[in-house]
């Protein structure tokens, strides 16, 4: 069974994580969304609601999971069973990045990382920059999957 989980201490429902999401199922059985709680890095939604949220958007989509985890991406994906982790790419400077951390995971754990780019028209589209709208009382609806509703 090839199992993947897809991290994210922020908030993994914008349209481009999204689309990572429904690619990374063309290839995959099973991918769980891991929402990492990190109180450093605190996000505009509780960690609740964020899974709630996830949980409504994927509905559908029985190959598809979601679990809050602390600690580390390459033990939540040993507790889950998880080979694979798969990562959502919007830039070359991502990409870069992301490519070090594959690195060090897969010499850590063994666990592969699978980089996976957002659609062109997706990639100016980031968690970062919707939750800053959000702050400011904007409407980001143009940046979500049209089944989302932000205010379970």
Same mark, same amino acid.
Request: no cysteine; proline share 4%.
């Given at each position: 069974? !090839?199992?993947?989980? @897809?991290?994210?201490?922020?908030?993994? @429902?914008?349209?481009?994580?999204? +689309?990572? %999401?429904? !690619?990374?199922? $063309? @290839?995959?059985?099973?991918?769980?969304?891991?929402?990492? %709680? *990190?109180?450093?890095?605190?996000?505009?939604?509780? =960690?609740?609601?964020?899974?709630?949220?996830?949980?409504?958007?994927?509905?559908?989509?029985?190959?598809?999971?979601?679990?809050?985890?602390?600690?580390? $991406?390459?033990?939540?994906?040993?507790?889950?069973?998880?080979?694979?982790?798969? !990562?959502?790419?919007? =830039?070359?400077?991502?990409?870069?990045?992301?490519? $070090?951390?594959?690195?060090? *995971?897969?010499?850590?754990?063994?666990?592969?990382?699978?980089?996976? @780019? =957002?659609?062109?028209?997706?990639? +100016?589209? +980031?968690? =970062?920059?919707? !939750?800053?709208?959000?702050?400011?009382?904007?409407? %980001? $609806?143009?940046?979500?999957?049209? *089944?989302?509703?932000?205010?379970?």
């Amino acid at each position: 069974m !090839r199992k993947a989980i @897809f991290p994210g201490t922020f908030d993994p @429902f914008t349209i481009g994580h999204y +689309s990572v %999401v429904r !690619r990374a199922l $063309t @290839f995959m059985d099973e991918v769980i969304i891991g929402i990492g %709680v *990190n109180d450093a890095k605190r996000t505009w939604f509780p =960690t609740e609601k964020r899974v709630a949220m996830i949980q409504k958007l994927y509905a559908d989509e029985s190959r598809i999971k979601v679990a809050a985890y602390d600690g580390l $991406t390459i033990d939540f994906a040993r507790e889950q069973e998880a080979g694979f982790i798969i !990562r959502g790419i919007r =830039t070359v400077r991502d990409f870069e990045y992301e490519e $070090t951390i594959a690195d060090i *995971n897969r010499k850590l754990s063994g666990i592969e990382t699978i980089l996976l @780019f =957002t659609e062109p028209e997706l990639t +100016s589209v +980031s968690s =970062t920059i919707v !939750r800053e709208l959000l702050q400011f009382g904007k409407d %980001v $609806t143009p940046f979500l999957p049209e *089944n989302l509703d932000i205010n379970l």
